[in-house]
């Protein structure tokens, strides 16, 4: 039986996500609401088996290893995370269309 590791929303991913719902929530409030429910259910899921997703092109830039996994259909969110201390710490969100990740 394997264990689920706890997830962490660190102050950055939190404002990005905070962020990016209040812009979708302007634009279209039961579509901010989906994507936030959306997004938090593949944050949550990620305590689950963090190696499964890719190890991002941005980890060279730092001294531990950031996997990224992705949420939505047509244009993707890039949610980044590393796991430090037996925790999976969500470090940064970012939309599809953003450059990717410039530490």
């Given at each position: 039986m394997t264990s689920?590791?706890?997830?962490?929303i660190t102050p950055?991913?939190?404002r990005?996500?905070?962020s990016s719902w209040v812009w979708l929530r302007e634009r279209?409030?039961?579509a901010a609401d989906?994507?936030?429910a959306g997004i938090r259910e593949t944050i949550l899921g990620l305590g689950v088996?963090?190696?499964?997703h890719p190890i991002a092109p941005e980890t060279q830039a730092f001294d531990l290893e950031i996997r990224r996994a992705l949420y939505g259909r047509s244009t993707r969110w890039r949610i980044y995370y590393a796991v430090i201390d037996g925790q999976v710490q969500v470090l940064h969100v970012?939309?599809?269309r953003r450059n990717d990740w410039q530490p």
């Open positions: 689920t590791l706890p997830v962490i950055n991913a939190a990005d996500l905070t279209n409030p039961r989906e994507w936030m088996n963090p190696q499964a970012r939309h599809g």
